[in-house]
């Protein structure tokens, strides 16, 4: 048997301190730690992955619909599908009464488990409302941005200062005409994250000097103007809360101030600032922070993921991906390839949602997105 719950390992021994709750002689408790999903036996309520609502929810009515139903596996489904309304501290005091128990239920708790790994912010999705499509961008109501500049390409209010640490984000909206469109076409040859040991910011589309650059979601160019390494952007600040920056052009058609839909003429690519090439550096930021365009769009074929957008606070940035995507702890023999087959999509679906490679080595109690759509 191996012992349940998250378990966080403080690495004292590669860092020279006390164990977690041993006296160090510092209050400060470092962030150098593993986590590891560890399991009591090998039974679970499903098959090896968290349930849905939709299978919880049909394995309960075929249950139902029999002569003599398993009145121990109803009590668990049914338990089970409480903490879908539960908060972490409801969660802990559910495993507790069920330690309590004559007989543990270790199947229902290791699938609690596993939703807590695969899902870790659901509960919160779930209870957290749209945020408010923003009326006029240049004047701000909401409290997401505290200032229109239109001489800086950053300005905006630090991620620090959102209350909410869950928030539901609408891309599109169809009876508002508000739609979505690809700035460019041209492949993707750099993707976000780091590279040459600096932060890469964005993705790179190529094209060529003189092609049209297009906005991805309707809204007002906050900025047109050149900076350095960007050269010659444009800066439109979207309904949705989002801003988007289209960098290295070659001339603007557009200026601050104008209102501009999806897929709008904003300018033409170019080589501009600190390029190597003639290409489009497209960000995607909200409140001030990067984001990973792949968590919004699929580049494979310029559609959005999803639309609605989580986005989720950390103490410095913000993380984001589609709602309904689910995360995947990787377990030892785990490989790219069983892991698209397992939840019925593709290698390079998971490369692009998670910003990896097929050659990325995977780590033991890594988290993956997938898109089980």
């Not at 906005?215 to 989002?242: D, K, M, S």
Request: proline share 4%; charged share 20%; glycine share 10%.
């Amino acid at each position: 048997m191996r012992a349940l719950l998250h378990v966080s390992i403080l690495l004292a021994a590669l860092s020279g301190r006390a164990f977690a709750g041993v006296p160090s002689g510092s209050d400060t408790l470092r962030t150098d730690t593993v986590t590891a999903l560890v399991m009591y036996g090998d039974r679970t309520l499903s098959e090896g992955e968290a349930l849905t609502d939709d299978r919880l929810d049909a394995m309960l009515d075929s249950l139902c619909a029999l002569t003599d139903p398993p009145a121990d596996l109803l009590r668990d489904l049914a338990l089970y599908k409480r903490i879908r309304g539960l908060d972490e501290g409801g969660i802990i005091q559910l495993i507790d009464s069920l330690f309590e128990l004559d007989t543990v239920p270790y199947a229902l708790i290791n699938e609690i488990n596993l939703y807590s790994a695969q899902m870790p912010t659901q509960g919160e999705v779930d209870r957290s409302g749209l945020l408010a499509w923003l009326d006029d961008p240049t004047h701000d109501i909401t409290g997401l941005y505290t200032d229109w500049n239109t001489l800086a390409v950053h300005a905006c209010t630090p991620a620090s200062a959102v209350r909410d640490s869950v928030l539901l984000l609408q891309l599109v909206d169809g009876q508002a005409h508000c739609g979505f469109a690809m700035p460019v076409t041209g492949p993707l040859t750099s993707r976000f994250g780091w590279r040459d040991g600096r932060p890469h910011n964005g993705i790179d589309l190529d094209l060529e000097v003189w092609d049209s650059v297009r906005t991805a979601f309707p809204g007002v160019v906050r900025h047109a103007g050149v900076q350095n390494g960007y050269g010659r952007v444009v800066v439109v600040r979207h309904y949705n809360g989002l801003e988007t920056y289209y960098a290295h052009l070659h001339r603007f058609k557009v200026k601050a101030g104008d209102v501009v839909d999806a897929g709008e003429l904003i300018g033409l690519g170019g080589s501009s600032g600190r390029s190597s090439g003639s290409h489009l550096h497209f960000e995607v930021r909200f409140r001030g922070m990067p984001l990973d365009p792949a968590r919004i769009i699929d580049l494979s074929n310029g559609s959005l993921q999803a639309d609605t957008l989580v986005i989720k606070r950390s103490r410095h940035a913000y993380a984001a991906y589609p709602k309904g995507t689910h995360f995947h702890t990787v377990a030892k023999g785990d490989h790219l390839y069983a892991i698209a087959e397992q939840y019925g999509t593709s290698i390079q679906a998971l490369c692009d949602l998670n910003g990896i490679t097929r050659r990325s080595i995977l780590r033991v109690g890594q988290q993956l997105l997938v898109d089980a759509r």
